[in-house]
């Protein structure tokens, strides 16, 4: 099997007997096998990877759309596009002067069939709110359960309050 690691930075992750991964990044002063910018055509062929692996990446994309579609593109018939990125109410999400988008549970639901734009479909396969991601990675044992109850009212009352760190999600490529 072949996966992406889109924007590996310092996560370069060798092959093994099972997976063959391509690390993909735009800065040259880091070990990746291929560099490519983001906004451009990914220098991939069509229907070349079994999955895809970002995290915390696509915060820092301007056309979030183009992007998916290219990953559409690059990705084979059912490949699972794994993503990580910062929740809207966490404070390193706009402490940081390269991130230009935030994101919410909701986000990436507009990459489906139940929204009207043109933007590549995708399916959902999993989707949840990761509380803490860095320090205090014991309090998602509490914290998880609670806030992915019901994420969109967790966002809505507490989330300005109790702010979580990530939102994950797991797409499968629909051709």
């Known amino acids: 099997m072949k996966f992406l690691n889109l924007g590996s930075g310092l996560d370069y992750r060798e092959s093994t007997e099972e997976i063959q991964w391509v690390n993909l990044d ?16 990914l220098p991939c062929e069509d229907n070349t990877f079994d999955g895809v692996y970002t995290s915390h990446v696509l915060e820092h994309v301007k056309n979030l759309p183009q992007l998916m579609s290219e990953l559409r593109r690059i990705c084979k018939n059912e490949a699972i596009i794994d993503i990580a990125v910062p929740h809207a109410s966490c404070m390193v999400t706009y402490q940081d002067p390269t991130h230009v988008r935030f994101f919410t549970y909701m986000t990436f639901d507009y990459f489906t069939d139940w929204n009207f734009y043109d933007f590549p479909k995708f399916k959902i396969i999993s989707k949840s709110l990761n509380y803490t991601a860095v320090r205090w990675t014991f309090l998602n044992h509490i914290f998880n359960p609670i806030i992915n109850i019901c994420p969109t009212y967790y966002e809505r009352l507490f989330g300005w309050i109790f702010p979580c760190a990530e939102v994950k999600c797991k797409l499968k490529v629909i051709k």
């Open 26 to 41: 735009c800065d040259r002063k880091i070990k990746a096998d291929i560099y490519a910018d983001l906004e451009k055509k």
